[in-house]
């Protein structure tokens, strides 16, 4: 048996030396951390037999690279009988393993009783090694799949090329191209992202203002529901008159929020009523039955006030026939958007209104957000003048694509072929 021992800054380097030195039959004794990085003790020729025996007879504390490994130990005589002291039990070492299996070293040898503990540090660096190895694996893997979709389907990668640039969702940009024809006639291919995208959205045809009933707006704080509920009061007066509107604020937490819609009531010239808690709602509504329009003001809450859920029994139980319309903040971050119609799934808004769309950089996320759970837009809100920003989504649902689209163009971000193939590179099951 040929024992050496090689040096180098990392676990993979020691390795790669053992295998180019030793050959692929090396087998690792022993490894451990240095100043100099990692020290491993491989040997050729290596018996089994004559390592457990060298060992077992090793004075105990002795490391094992120290003995001669040539030199098995000699037969010795009979120990001296002693009267009760039985032979201290010794624990077996553990078969080495081979160089060709680095990931196994650890795995398949506990650690001996007679020698130290290994410094931790050198798992780490070794479960650092296997972990960067698989990193590189894996994105190689999805580099070849997506170059192979490229191939095979030209116009699904396209798609996906485009939704990417505009911010969509690599899960909803993955399940529209699955739409996509296979192969087209059109001369301009470019522009079937955006028709699938338009096909896709889900919008309100007849909103509830045009045919009255009970509306309120729920969403977090800073959405503009106040705002774009004295957007929906003004189209209605103008269209019908004030004599069958009424305004209802149930926002008691925030400061001067009643005062903000009183002011909206004032000028329309409709009245403005307030309500605390889910009985009083109820009355309200009771004594308002006659008319034809009531747009209810709620409260602000983020996804994660302790609040919400009061907020939320108060409306379903004092109001159960409202229609609700949740309120997205077209600015906001995807991840922001997807935890917020979550928050207000359980009252199961009938439809959404995107807000703020003209001070959004990209619309990629609230359409990503919609398209994901299946959310229907009532209305778009594209500024502050009332109410003439308030349209109605089924007359601009091409125009939010289109929009998307620009604003992608005016401030490009350059979508980069690693970011293509770890999203959209899907590797067979037995690769």
Known sequence: MKIKRHMAASMRAALAQVRAEQGPDAVILSSR???????????VDYD???????????????????????????ARGPAPARAAAPAPARAVAPAPVRASAPAAVRAAAP?????????????GAMQAEIKHLREMLQGGLAQMSWNDKRLREPLQAQILE?????????????SIASRAPRRTSLRNPASIPLALLVKQLQVVEKPDLVL???????????????????????RWSMQHGCRDLALVSTDGYRVGAREHLMMYARILGAPM???????????????????KLILIDTAGMGPRDVRLTEQLAALQVGAAKAQVLLTLPAQAEAHALDEIVKSFARISPAASILTKVDEAAS????LSAALRHKLKIAYVCDGQRVPEDLHAAHDR?????????????????????????????????HA
């Open 33 to 43: 951390r240095i100043e100099e990085g990692i020290e491993v003790i491989a040997a």
């Open 48 to 74: 089994e037999a004559l390592f457990l025996g060298a060992t077992s007879n090793r004075a105990p504390g002795r490391p094992a690279t120290e003995e001669p490994a040539s030199a098995a130990a000699p």
């Open 111 to 123: 650690a001996r009783a007679d020698s130290a503990p290994e410094p931790a540090g050198g798992y």
């Open 162 to 174: 485009e939704l990417t640039a505009m911010d969509i969702a690599p899960d909803v940009a993955m």
């Open 212 to 234: 009255g009933g009970v509306v309120a707006l729920v969403g977090p704080t800073g959405a503009g529901k106040t705002t774009t509920i004295a957007k929906m009061a003004a």
């Open 273 to 291: 009523y307030t309500a605390h808690g889910a009985k009083e709602l109820g009355r309200l509504l009771e004594r308002l039955k006659s008319k």
């Open 363 to 366: 619309l990629g996320a609230v």
């Open 397 to 429: 649902r091409v125009w939010l694509v289109q929009e998307a689209r620009k604003l992608k163009q005016q401030t490009p971000t350059p979508v980069s072929e690693s970011h293509l193939a770890r999203n959209f590179g899907r590797v067979p099951a």
